[in-house]
């Protein structure tokens, strides 16, 4: 069972990046999936999740309107979105996978309940 970020890069502010988040080994889309994000000597922040009972959507204020998650059932795998990026999307993001049902959105931001978490990759943007 394996969860694998992949996509980050060098981009300038403005730019867009899509964030790719594959799964082995479970079958993703009846999980709730999260993003997260740690900047350079900051905690570990929320990003998004999609949650696997309803399909709704969350967003963290911070990217509310520029980030969007999305999933390919075939590719077993969730993508965020990243428009306008700015500097300070500048951290190392991670996806995270639970199998709990009816989670509250606190206890999925606050990383406490995820089976799987994938290691991260790299999103650098310049000023």
């Known amino acids: 069972v394996q969860l694998q970020a992949s996509g980050g890069g060098l981009v300038q502010t403005g730019g867009s990046l899509r964030l790719s988040c594959a799964a082995s080994?479970?079958?993703?889309?009846?999980?709730?999936i999260s993003w997260f994000r740690q900047a350079p000597g900051k905690e570990r922040e929320w990003v998004s999740c999609?949650?696997?009972?309803?399909?709704?959507?969350f967003y963290a204020d911070s990217v509310k309107g520029r980030f969007t998650v999305s999933r390919d059932n075939a590719k077993n795998t969730m993508y965020l979105q990243m428009n306008s990026l700015k500097p300070e999307d500048t951290a190392v993001y991670y996806c995270?996978?639970?199998?709990?049902?009816?989670?509250?959105?606190?206890?999925?931001?606050?990383?406490?309940?995820?089976?799987?978490w994938g290691h991260g990759t790299l999103v650098t943007v310049s000023s």
């Open positions: 995270a996978a639970t199998s709990k049902r009816h989670v509250i959105l606190s206890r999925l931001r606050d990383g406490t309940e995820y089976d799987y």
């Open positions: 080994g479970f079958t993703l889309d009846y999980y709730t």
């Open positions: 999609r949650r696997g009972s309803d399909g709704n959507q």
